[in-house]
């Protein structure tokens, strides 16, 4: 045969009776089959589409392989084969695609998106997978393209945004898959393509103009009946039974006493004569009619054509299919088609063998060739090449060889996850968090991050992203962990150094402290898990007294703030301490202090006590956003204020204290009121707002606006939509009484 300037496709239908060899090419819409030949297996080397015997089934390929090399006058390198299997698995997958813009669509988009869908498909089967069986993806079947949203058929050349895919993805076991790739490289070939035995049916048997049509196509082989369903243009089903041809030469073969070999050719006679003459294995002559055949088998034939009828359904949504397409050699058999279509409820003019009739694009260079069912699957393996490459590769990885489907773009990572190895010994792994709690709020602190691992590709450094191909050797060293987490609390942001404190009128600066798990600890202290630690912006006088290393007289009088105090009271930022053995009025009076002294924060009282107009602006602003209610409860407050003010409220003014004697000659403060004799009615409370100390004087009781005689908020600026007020945490109203050491927050918020 003369040599062809064509690139060739060599495709082999691997079968569980026979090895069909096919060469060819694809002339535009057309496929021309230059070389074709045929092998049957000397042994029952494959039983229900699996080898067994993989070096049986490599010398029989090597045999179809020197064949079609004679016949076509180049060397075969390369070749298509196609799996089938008793334990076939499908996926329904659909995956996305976004653009950051509109682009014309390539066929790479196409295989990208198409292989996301896989990879989802595999993913989702590998949850499902109850079983202790390892499965690969075989093939897949696009169902629907997607563009912008919308069906279209071909999205190759059009401009979109956003593309989408629904497709079939289908899985068999490792071993199914194992003992294909085994035999093929026993016989000395390369696989450049693996596809499914229907799916190679299907593209010989339905065309493409046909698929609109709800179609169903049974490949009835030795070992296995292969099915798939069109629909809506589209390849919707697979499945696969493990019932054949085979099992009518097993009945024949006990019924006439004869050898497996002797039962397929009586199987086979039947189809062109009506006797059959052979010989049992006592090696008497014996006879057998058509009739006789038919009748033994007819048993059989029922139930492969019910399994087969009751699997369409199945795959339908339990609904018949309009039309049965059959191809193989097993679905020859008289009767077949005749009972798929009685148990399938449809006419059976509507089940026919398909041979010739699907074939009219299919040129054939050899003159000899009977164009019938038999070729279907060969051919349809030897298109699918250039529909899609499905192809596996092996490489090593840490000594151990795997096996990969082949998508033209792995990478180590993908040879690592195949061979099982853990996620995180490819990256850096960190240190042991640490986890603590700081006022009441969790945080957590990350350890630090180890060596990542490393990784050589055939002795060259490399990395995760680095492209593997077959044969690759890869070598991964796992990754180590870095130093646990660690922290002291000095260095947390909330921690501030110092604390500074008027003592005997002596600027004196403490260490800052927090309360971890109830005990005090210093800026030095190293947190450990689960730690609760309260930042501490306060030192008690007894705190005091024990950091300066002082002793009391048990008869000293102490204060804060120029107010009576005790060991307990809480001293916060800028506040005073006093102890004294003498009375506070008598030292002030000694010491001539008369100078009022105020906080950065407080607002001056105005003439007859009454607040300057900045302030009452401000507090009329507030309690104008009042409800009616809160505004009555505020009149009723300002008007007994009034009154005290007025017949009995005397106001104490602060003064700052000094025990230093050159300091004597400040006045001594005044204490005034019409019922100077009945200060208790006056309190003093300290509070904490926006995180600095306040102290409250003046009045008997307070409330939550009172703070914004003491404090620097603009109303008249608003820096946001509505102000913000907190109370303790929690959400208060201006007319909310304040409380001894109660915390505040006020600020503007956005809505």
Sequence with gaps: MTKTKETLVFGLDIGTRSIVGTVGYKNKNRFVVVAQTSREHETRAMLDGQIHDIHAVGDTIREVVEVLEEKIGEPLKQVSIAAAGRVLKTVTAHADMEFLEDKVITSEDVYALDSVAIEKAYEQFSIENKTDMKFYCVGYSVVKYYMNGYLIGNLEEHKAKNIGVDLIATFLPDDVVDGLYRAVEYAGLEVANLTLEPIAAIEVAIPEMYRMLNIGLIDVGAGTSDISITKDGSIVAYGMLPVAGDSLTEVIARHCLVDFATAEEIKKGISVTDTVEYKDIMGLPQTITKEQVLEICKEPVTQMAKQAAEKLLELNGDKPVSAVFVVGGGGKIPGYTEMVAQYLGIQKERCAIRGAEVMDKIDFL??????????????????????????????????????????????????????????????????????????????????????????????????????????????????????????????????????????????????????????????????????????????????????????????????????????????????????????????????????IIHSANETEPGENGTETNSVSESKQQLTGTETNSASESKQQLTEAE?????????????????????????????????????PDIITTIHVVVNKKPLTLSGKKDYIFVDVFDYIDFDLSKPQGTSVETLLNGENAGYTQFLSEGDVLDIFWKNN
């Excluded at 971890?516 to 930042?535: H, P, R, T």
């Excluded at 004597?664 to 019922?675: F, Q, V």
């Design 366 to 595: 050899e003159t000899d060739v009977v164009k019938d069912s038999l070729l279907v699957t060969p051919i349809g393996i030897c298109l699918n090449f250039y529909e899609k490459s499905n192809n596996f590769i092996f490489v090593t990885f840490n000594d151990k060889r795997i096996k990969l489907y082949d998508n033209n773009k792995l990478s180590i990572v993908d040879a690592a996850m195949q061979a099982e190895f853990p996620n995180d010994g490819l990256f850096p792994k960190r240190g042991q968090a640490l986890t603590f709690t700081i006022d009441g709020k969790q945080r957590v602190i990350r350890g630090e991050a180890g060596e990542a691992a490393e990784i050589y590709l055939n002795g060259e450094a490399a990395d995760i992203h680095t492209p593997i191909r077959k044969n690759d050797k890869i070598v991964v060293k796992e990754s180590t962990a870095g130093k646990m987490a660690e922290l002291e609390i000095g260095k947390l942001p909330e921690f501030s150094s110092t604390i500074e404190i008027f003592v005997n009128d002596q600027k004196v600066s403490f260490p800052k402290f927090a309360s971890v798990n109830g005990q005090l600890q210093s800026a030095f202290y190293s947190i450990k898990e689960n730690d609760k630690i309260e930042m501490l912006n306060y030192y008690t006088v007894s705190q005091i007294v024990e950091f300066m290393d002082v002793i009391l007289d048990k008869n000293m009088n102490i204060y804060v703030n120029n107010q009576i105090a005790d060991m307990d009271t809480k001293v916060y930022e800028n506040f005073s301490v006093i102890w004294t053995l003498e009375e506070l009025e008598l030292l002030m009076a000694t010491s001539g202090q008369g100078e």
């Design 642 to 678: 009034t009154n005290a003010t007025s017949e009995s409220k005397p106001q104490i003014i602060e003064a700052e204290l000094n025990t230093d004697t050159s300091t004597a000659d400040n006045s001594k403060p005044e204490i005034t009121g019409a019922n100077a004799s009945e």
